[in-house]
């Protein structure tokens, strides 16, 4: 289970997992059951070029993969100034 946000110019991931297994022996002489859980969260800085609004993920084969897009640079135009 996991869990992407946006804030503040922060990228937020969390997620947590839960596992349980069981176990029986011949003639059913012994039991085993076990349980793991763990939670994790990380935090990244955005740069101020990144396009929050456009930011994708993908989950593939146990890899998530988070894609951030630039914004596009601003246009800087020539401008004329007259002379006195």
Same mark, same amino acid.
Not at 74 to 77: I, L, S
């Given at each position: 289970d996991v869990k992407i946000e946006v804030k503040d110019g922060m990228l937020r991931l969390s997620?947590? *997992?839960e596992e349980a297994s069981e176990e029986k022996g011949e003639n059913e002489q012994w039991f085993v059951r076990e349980r793991t859980s763990g939670k994790f969260t990380r935090a990244? *800085?955005?740069p101020?070029?990144?396009n929050q609004e456009d930011i994708k993920a993908k989950f593939t084969d146990g890899v998530l993969e988070v894609t951030v897009p630039k914004l596009p640079p601003?246009?800087?135009?020539a401008r004329q100034i007259n002379i006195e």
């Open positions: 997620g947590q *997992r990244l *800085r955005l101020e070029t990144a601003p246009e800087h135009q």
